[in-house]
Nanobody, 124 residues
Framework: QVQLVESGGGLVQAGASLRLSCSASGLTFRIYVMGWFRQAPGKEREFVAAISGSGGRTSYADSVKGRFTIYRDNAKNTVYLQMNSLKVEDTAVYYC?????????????????WGQGTQVTVSS
């Protein structure tokens, strides 16, 4: 059974940093594209970042480019999202997701497995 478990969320002030982690089990982690999405209250779930199985390719939403970094450790079956210079508008539940097809998709329906989410709240 595939499980994705996020951690690392919390309440921080604007300008601070957080690192989210997503630990995966029950799948051959290294062959999956891993993505991070987020959903703010009353809004659609949106793409944040994705990384290829080897870690050699990444993709970011324009809203986080230059502030967030996605990376992975295949030996630990874990993907990370380093979030710097956080803004109030980054407040959301952050989800990690796994896609076996290999494209760095920004579309949520492309992803096969999802975690339960972790809350990130940025105060002004």
């Amino acid at each position: 059974q595939v499980q994705l478990v996020e951690s690392g969320g919390g309440l921080v002030q604007a300008g601070a940093s957080l690192r989210l982690s997503c630990s995966a089990s029950g799948l051959t982690f290294r062959i999956y594209v891993m993505g991070w999405f987020r959903q703010a209250p009353g809004k659609e779930r949106e793409f944040v970042a994705a990384i290829s199985g080897s870690g050699g390719r990444t993709s970011y939403a324009d809203s986080v480019k230059g502030r967030f970094t996605i990376y992975r450790d295949n030996a630990k079956n874990t993907v990370y999202l380093q979030m710097n210079s956080l803004k109030v508008e980054d407040t959301a539940v952050y989800y990690c997701a796994a896609d076996r097809r290999g494209a760095l998709s920004v579309v949520r329906n492309a992803y096969d497995y999802w975690g339960q989410g972790t809350q990130v709240t940025v105060s002004s």
